[in-house]
């Protein structure tokens, strides 16, 4: 943006982000922090479109309500819950999930590509060994040796997926 363009994107912010602000907040169900969110959304979508905008309020506007809906969508905006205090017991968050999936994405990188490639095969695609055995063009015992070491190996990258390794095991 050139320096008369600038000013009169930051005029208008000034000028009307205390309104589009209540919009957005009272979208939001009264969430502050939301609200901020979905303003700070509209107004950089606006920034990207500033020259070609004819009316920046109505554009503001309908990006608001548009990215709401977006957000209900959502299924994780759903169940989040505003509270004034922490509940005195932890809840399930699905962060551990997602420590898993970064252990194991860890580790595998650190294994070499066939160790990586049968671990994959056999027990995210869930391939039976015979079937890994032809689409990796060897015998199935290259596959059980290779499948026995690569374990082994995670087991020393990840001494924390232990638990895990015992589930898969069974």
């Known amino acids: 943006m050139d320096a008369a363009v600038e000013r009169d994107f930051r005029e208008f912010v000034e000028a009307r982000s205390p309104a589009l602000m209540r919009l957005a907040f009272l979208l939001t169900g009264g969430d502050q922090h939301a609200a901020e969110d979905l303003l700070q959304t509209a107004l950089a979508k606006l920034a990207t479109r500033w020259r070609s905008v004819d009316s920046p309020e109505s554009y503001v506007r309908q990006v608001i309500y548009r990215q709401q809906v977006s957000w209900w969508r959502l299924k994780w905006h759903r169940h989040e819950t505003n509270v004034a205090a922490p509940p005195d017991e932890a809840r399930e968050d699905g962060t551990s999930a997602v ?72």
């Open 99 to 170: 420590d898993l999936k970064m252990t194991v994405r860890a580790a595998l990188s650190r294994l070499t590509s066939r160790q990586r490639a049968v671990l994959v095969l056999r027990f995210f695609e869930d391939l039976p060994e015979a079937e890994v055995a032809r689409l990796l063009d060897c015998s199935v015992g290259t596959v059980r040796s290779t499948t026995h070491r690569s374990l082994a190996r995670l087991r020393v990258l990840a001494p924390e997926l232990e638990e895990t390794l015992k589930e898969v095991r069974q």
